[in-house]
Every structure is written in structure tokens, then in C-alpha cells.
């Protein structure tokens, strides 16, 4: 079939490189001239583990371009996805402005039946102005399908390629046979596809991640409870998700979740409720627990040092939001070392894949270490934000020849509470003791 998707960022890269993989033609549209040119040229342009495999396959079978005419990728694909962002506005509320721009420019471009598929992740009611915008000058036929997607950064591929689900929400049977076709070799292996309407389906993806995050700031408070009664939050998340009512995962407690998605997610449906005159209670907290809990290492490491770090140096593992990923949007990492900052302390940071965003970002008021014990070198103690592979079995000899005192502050948990006590170290980690 042939394809087309505007936004090349990492839903959309991961989109059209997965759908070309199962024999799709894909045209992929972004804004972005020079990101355009590096993958013309062949390179990925972020850091999403086995994409680059896919996408040079892809490329060389001539079954993957790029281009940043829109006109171009509209004259392709008789399906046109948008994977445009939609970002957190002023009031918390999801920016519709990408979406909705691009739709209006689809109306006067397009001349013959197209699918309009929406993968971005848009509030309640927002296929509908999708439909207005485009309706406003189109000359022929088309639909508005909405289709969210649920990949998760660093598993992206994978997610894609053998989903859980795949939800389309759509009223218009010819839509729904073209997307049933398109998506028939990724529900091969019995996941379904889910068809409903356009706004259930809009607020199933919204549910979700809300759920999620609201099932990992539980977590983390049951974690801070744990602290304070001296109980071991490692324990009760196994005793917990044993029960295959509540499952085991997303249970691990943290310095709050960050990311491109849960964050903005929470607030803008918080905010469309407020819209719509409803007030949701659970994620007012969610939202007011999370963003304490990505300083929760401060108070502990002050009570350590004192109130003033000035002169104090502290090694970070761990800048992306999460591991595999070189994504640093809303990560925790960087709201950490905001507060060591303004309390005075030099920090010497180390991260696999996010180094270059972050001096992007942070310039040099922090210095990067290239190796991971280089970080370590005259501090005071190691402060850990991501639980990257690397970090979770390093060489404790080696850490305490290099830090000022053997000292460790773990915001993810990696290491058991009495071994890394044995080996000297002051450990102090999340809920556990
Ligand atoms: N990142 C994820 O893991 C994830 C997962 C599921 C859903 N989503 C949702 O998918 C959407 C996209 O997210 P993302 O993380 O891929 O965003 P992103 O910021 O990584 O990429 C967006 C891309 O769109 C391009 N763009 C902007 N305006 C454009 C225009 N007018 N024409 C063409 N291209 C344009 C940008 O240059 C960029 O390359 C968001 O709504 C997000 O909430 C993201
Ligand atoms: O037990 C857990 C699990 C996750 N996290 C944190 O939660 C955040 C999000 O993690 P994850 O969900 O793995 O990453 P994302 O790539 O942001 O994926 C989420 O957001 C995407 C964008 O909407 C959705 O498509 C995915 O289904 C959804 O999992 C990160 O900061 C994690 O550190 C925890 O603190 N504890």
C-alpha cells in the first residue's frame, strides 16, 4: 500500500520504517530540513535501539523516503498518517497547533480520496476539528481515522511490530477495511484490533497512560510511607504483584515519572476535564505527588551534607528519562540537578546516549563526563537518575578509589540494600529502610 506520514520524530520514524518493513511504499513529510537530509543521507536521527537496522533495509529496498514537501507526501498515500507533536500548552492543556496547521494545509492539497489517520495523542473531540479543518477547502473525498499509539521509547520497534493492540477509532467502513488491510501483519499473532469511535478512542489513549502513571506514583508513595515505617517497598511490590489483579510491572517506585508522554498526558486530560466541567481528583494528586517526587533524593542528600552544597561535587548516572533512550524531556535527571545547582554544587554527569541533548539543554553549567567512572572522579557522592543496563553491576572497587568518601544516593533502586552496605558504601535509595 502506499503510504504517508508527516512528523518524522519517534512515533512517526518508527511508523513509516515498520510499515515499509511489511512491504509498505512510505513517504515521510517533516518540517525539520536538516533532520530531512541526515535521513536522506541514511542516519537515524535519534537513539531507539534496532531502528537503524529497519531503516537502512528499508531505504536501500527504495520502499522508505523522506521529503519535506508536504504536497509531495500528500500526492503519495492514499492512507497519510500525522505524528505531529502535541505538546503542553500554557494551561496544561494538550497544543493542538501542529495538528490542526497541518490539517488546513491537507484541505487545499489534497485531490483524491485520502485517509486522514491521527497517531499523535490528541484530546476528546479533536478528530472532529480535524475533520473541520480539512473540510474547510478539500475537493474530494476523505476520512479522519483517530489511531494512538501506545510504544513505549526504547521498545519502540518491537511495540510497534508486535502490538498489544492496535485501537482505531472510526465510523466510516471504507476507513476501517483499509486499516484493517494495513494493519493485518502486525495482529497476526492474535492481538486484536479494537474498532470504536473516534472519541473512545481518543480518550483509550489518554486512559492508559494516566493509568500508568497514576499506578507508579502509587508505588512511589507507598514507597515514601515505607521509609517512615521502616518496611521494604522491594518486599511489598513482589507480595503486591504476585496478585495477577494489580501485575508486576510498572510497580517500580523511582524519582517520579517523566518523558515526552505521561506528563503532558496527565495534565492536558486533567485539563479537558476541567473544560468539560469535571474535576479529576486522582490525577490532580498524581500530578502534585510526581512533581515532588523528582526532588525526593534532595532532602535526603542535604540531610546528609547540609542545607549549602557549595564546594560539594556530585557525580549523576543518568540524564534520559528513562534507559535505552536519548530522550530528556521532562527526565527527572534534570530537575535533580536544577536543585543541586541552586543550592551551589558542581556536578560531573555521565549518560550512555543523552549526553549531547543535555549540553545542549544545560551548556556548561554542568561538566560531562565521556566514561561512566570518569563522573566519579573527587566527588563527594554519585548521585543515580536512570537505570541504565551499564550501571547495575559496576565496579564498586573502582568507585570507591575514585569517589572523595564511598557515598551513594540510588533514585532506581539497582542495588541490594545490605550488599552494597558490605562492600562500605552509605547507600540511601527509595523505600527501602
Ligand atoms: N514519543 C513517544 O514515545 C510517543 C508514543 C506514543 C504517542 N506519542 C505521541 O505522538 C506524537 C508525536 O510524538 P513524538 O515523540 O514522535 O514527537 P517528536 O517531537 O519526536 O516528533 C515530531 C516531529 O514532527 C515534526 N513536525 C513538526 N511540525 C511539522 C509540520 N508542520 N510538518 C511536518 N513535520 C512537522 C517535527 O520536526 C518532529 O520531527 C505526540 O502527540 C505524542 O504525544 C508519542
Ligand atoms: O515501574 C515504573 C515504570 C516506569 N517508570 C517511569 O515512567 C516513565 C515512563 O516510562 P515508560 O512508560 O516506560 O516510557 P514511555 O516511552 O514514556 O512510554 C509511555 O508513554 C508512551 C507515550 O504516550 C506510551 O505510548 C507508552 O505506552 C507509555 O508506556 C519513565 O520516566 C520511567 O522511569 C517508573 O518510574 N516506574
Known sequence: MKISVIGTGYVGLVTG???????????????????????????????????????????????????????????????????????????????????????????????EYRVIVDKSTVPVGTSEKVHAAIAKSAKCEFDVVS???????????????????????????????????????????????????????????YAANAFLATKITFMNEIANFCERVGADVDKVRIGMGTDSRIGKRFLFPGIGYGGSCFPKDVKALHKSGKDSGYEFQILDSVIRVNHKQKTILIPKITKYFGEDLKGRRFGVWGLAFKPETDDIREAPALYMIEELLKRGAEIAAFDPEAMENVKRRLGDRISFAPRMYGALEDADALIICTEWGVFRNPNFTLMKELLKAPVIFDGRNLYDVEEIRSEGFHYESIGRG
Do not use: W
Not at 485501537?167 to 502486525?186: D, H, N, T
Not at 492474535?190 to 472519541?199: A, F, H, L, Q, R
Open 17 to 111: 520504517t515498520c510499515l515499509a518493513e511489511t512491504g509498505n511504499e512510505v513517504v515521510c513529510v517533516d518540517i525539520d530540513q536538516d533532520k530531512v537530509r541526515r535521513m536522506q543521507e541514511g542516519e537515524v536521527p535519534i537513539y531507539e535501539p534496532h531502528l537503524d537496522v529497519l531503516f537502512l533495509r528499508n531505504i536501500e529496498a527504495g520502499r522508505l523516503t523522506f521529503t519535506t514537501s508536504l504536497k509531495e507526501g500528500l500526492g503519495h498515500g492514499t492512507i497519510v498518517f500525522l505524528a505531529l507533536p502535541t505538546p503542553e500548552d500554557e494551561d496544561g492543556s494538550a497544543d493542538l497547533k501542529y495538528v490542526l496547521g497541518v490539517a488546513e494545509e491537507i484541505g487545499k492539497l489534497i485531490s
Open 147 to 205: 489511531n494512538p499509539e501506545f510504544l513505549r521509547e526504547g521498545f519502540a520497534v518491537d511495540d510497534f511490530l508486535k502490538p498489544e493492540r492496535i485501537v482505531i477509532g472510526s465510523q466510516s467502513e471504507r476507513a476501517i477495511e483499509l486499516m484493517k488491510k494495513l494493519y493485518k501483519p502486525f495482529v497476526r499473532s492474535g492481538n486484536p484490533m479494537i474498532v470504536m469511535d473516534e472519541k473512545s478512542a481518543e480518550l483509550t489513549k
